[in-house]
């Protein structure tokens, strides 16, 4: 299981619009981990969370990151990326 959570906005000189992060494996977003915000201002930071079950195969291995699916640059702050292996 891998959840990601943190604050997201639209930096200073950034413009103001819908913004979103998706949980990635191997570098590709997984759409039904999109976290989609609209702030109404720059500098106004929402919070995001989602999860994604994630199976590798016995020794294998996955690259997981969160990737910004947005056209525009956001700031991310106290950001949390959690992996949990189940057995």
């Known amino acids: 299981r891998v959840t ?3 604050n997201i906005a639209v930096p200073t000189g950034g413009t103001v619009g819908p913004i979103s992060l998706a949980i ?3 570098g590709e977003p997984v ?15 929402f919070n995001v ?15 997981i990151s969160v990737k910004n699916t947005t ?6 702050a ?3 990326l959690i992996v949990e292996r189940v057995a």
């Open 31 to 45: 759409p039904a981990t999109s976290m989609i915000v609209t702030p109404a201002a720059v500098n106004d930071y």
């Open 24 to 26: 990635a494996i191997d």
């Open 49 to 63: 969370h989602s999860t994604v079950f994630v199976e590798v195969p016995r020794c294998c291995c996955s690259r």
């Open 78 to 80: 106290n950001a949390n």
């Open 4 to 6: 990601f959570g943190g």
């Open 71 to 76: 056209a525009t640059s956001i700031n991310v």
